[in-house]
């Protein structure tokens, strides 16, 4: 046996079986199951289709309804755009209609007890008065009982009312005046709306000063008059006298010193205004004063000893005082016309002495009137006439909040009077109590 038989042999043994032939029987089993099958998917293919054609028109109309809220969102975009609402008008509007609904709420109260109405629990009898079904059902049991025990009698014809005592209120046509009250209500809530709506508060821009800002505004123009000051002197050193004023400690404790306080200090504020105030800072080697005391007068200045020393002046002179000295006296003046006067000209011309070459700027006040006094006295009196503005505008508007307050109380206590007349005309008694029933005369 050779190769070739080997593998002849072997493919042999792996070829199919021949099938055997199919009957007709069997042709027509298999074609029936085929048509079945097919059958079957063509009923789901068209189940299929018809769940996708249902979502199709969930999802047209799904769309059709955003496009629609979208609509209406970018109307009410415009209308805010056109008319901003902000959220203090929210908050008024919702105080409002806080206040009605509270109203309503009081209005819808049962009269027996005390309670608003349930859903389904009211009850209107004939006479126009609205119950609790609980309230009325027990106010009809008694009535009964009452009834089977008098010595009237007759056809019974139902209880009276509760509130305005008349008899046979369960027939005839109903008056609701819960609901008209109601009614009445939004009316008035819609009126009030619309002559009171919501006006926000537009202060102006009013900045009150503040101590501290004073201060630095002042040490700023003083330090550029000192710098001005300083030039002047190395130009014409010859016709300017050095003058250093030392004030006694009696002197420095009338005026009123400010440095380093809070910006935000009330205090520093009063202080600014009622008083004077003294800049002092310890970096510059000039120092501008605006004082005036009360106490403080002309004679009074010319009467303290203040030293004058002034290079070899002072040597020469160890006694001599600034009252003795011709500047004395202008000194005075000035410094009185700087503060009731701040419209002052140039400085007035020094008193004749020696002229000193190596002039170094005062540590106080310089006593001559300057620029720098003017403005600093010109921008204090403008800050105060802010702050005094501010303040008037801050009273205003407390007024105002006042009589807004007091105008809610009486329209509220206006509309408690109606309520309570209302109750009065319709003849409104006090209940009967348990146990005693009020006989119908």
């Avoid at 970018?74 to 509007?93: F, G, K, T």
Wanted: proline fraction near 8%; include cysteine.
């Amino acid at each position: 046996m050779g190769l070739s038989d080997l593998f002849a042999n072997a493919t042999n043994a792996l070829a199919p079986p021949p099938v055997p032939p199919k009957s007709e029987a069997d042709l027509d089993r298999s074609k029936d199951e085929i048509v079945r099958r097919l059958t079957e998917e063509l009923v789901q293919t068209r189940q299929m289709f018809d769940a996708l054609e249902r979502q199709i028109v969930l999802l047209e109309k799904h769309v059709a309804n955003l496009q629609r809220k979208e609509a209406e969102l970018n109307a009410l975009r415009a209308e805010q755009a056109e008319q901003p609402v902000s959220a203090s008008d929210v908050a008024h509007r919702y105080e409002q209609l806080s206040d009605l609904f509270t109203q309503l709420q009081d209005t819808l109260t049962c009269p027996v007890c005390y309670e608003p109405f349930g859903r389904g629990q009211a009850v209107s009898l004939q006479c126009g008065h609205t119950f609790c079904q609980t309230c009325y059902s027990e106010w009809e049991h008694r009535h009964v009982e009452a009834w089977k025990v008098s010595p009237q009698q007759g056809v019974y014809s139902g209880p009276e009312c509760p509130e305005c005592r008349t008899a046979d209120v369960r027939r005839g046509r109903v008056r609701i005046y819960s609901l008209e009250e109601v009614v009445r209500l939004v009316e008035r809530g819609k009126r009030e709306i619309a002559a009171h709506p919501y006006t926000p508060v537009i202060q102006d821009a009013i900045h009150p000063i503040t101590g501290p800002e004073l201060l630095l505004q002042d040490h700023e123009h003083a330090a550029k008059h000192v710098g001005d000051a300083n030039m002047d002197d190395d130009n014409n050193a010859p016709q300017l006298i050095a003058t250093t004023a030392t004030l006694p400690l009696s002197r420095t404790e009338s005026y009123s010193t400010i440095s380093n306080v809070d910006r935000d200090d009330p205090v520093v504020v009063d202080l600014a205004q009622t008083r004077d105030i003294t800049l002092e800072d310890a970096e510059d080697p000039a120092a501008v004063a605006v004082a005036a005391p009360a106490d403080a007068s002309p004679e009074g200045d010319a009467s303290r000893p203040l030293t004058v020393p002034a290079g070899d002046e002072a040597s020469q002179h160890p006694g001599r005082t600034l009252s003795d000295t011709p500047i004395s006296s202008a000194a005075a003046s000035n410094s009185e016309d700087t503060i009731s006067a701040p419209m002052p000209a140039s400085p007035p011309p020094p008193g004749p002495g020696p002229a000193s070459s190596d002039f170094a700027p005062s540590s106080t006040t310089d006593l001559p009137n300057s620029e720098a006094s003017r403005l600093s006295l010109e921008e204090t009196y403008l800050r105060e006439r802010a702050a005094a503005r501010a303040r008037a505008r801050e009273a205003e508007l407390r007024l105002e909040a006042e009589v807004a307050a007091r105008r809610a109380e009486e329209e509220e206590r206006e509309a408690r009077e109606a309520r309570e007349q209302l109750l009065v005309e319709r003849g409104r008694r006090p209940y009967a109590v348990e146990g005693a029933i009020r006989e119908t005369p």
